[in-house]
Nanobody, 125 residues
């Protein structure tokens, strides 16, 4: 079992920045690739970013490329999502997730085994 806890969400004006954190407890954090997903109001959950266990490979949704950066610190059991130049359409509940295929880049939320509870990000115009 892996327990994931997100933090860092909040209310920010368009053009601002936030950094989300997701801290894991339980089994070895470095055994997992980590992903960030989001669910905007009245919409389905969507892929945001993913990072392999070593941090050597990342992938981003086109909508956030160049604005968001995913990173991880295995010594701290934490994955981060730095979000810059935020837009109102980034408003969503953001979730982190763990995937046991630690070298794989997976963008489908159904293939992740463990999920955090989510953190709300609201971007005002």
């Amino acid at each position: 079992q892996v327990q994931l806890v997100e933090s860092g969400g909040g209310l920010v004006q368009a053009g601002g920045s936030l950094r989300l954190s997701c801290t894991a407890s339980g089994r070895t954090f470095s055994s997992y690739a980590m992903g960030w997903f989001r669910q905007p109001p009245a919409k389905e959950r969507e892929f945001v970013a993913v990072i392999t266990w070593s941090g050597s490979v990342t992938r981003y949704a086109d909508s956030v490329k160049g604005r968001f950066t995913i990173s991880r610190d295995n010594a701290k059991n934490t994955v981060y999502l730095q979000m810059n130049n935020l837009k109102p359409e980034d408003t969503a509940v953001y979730y982190c997730a763990a995937n046991r295929a630690r070298d794989s880049i997976v963008v489908t939320w159904g293939r992740y085994e463990y999920w955090g509870q989510g953190t709300q990000v609201t971007v005002s115009s």
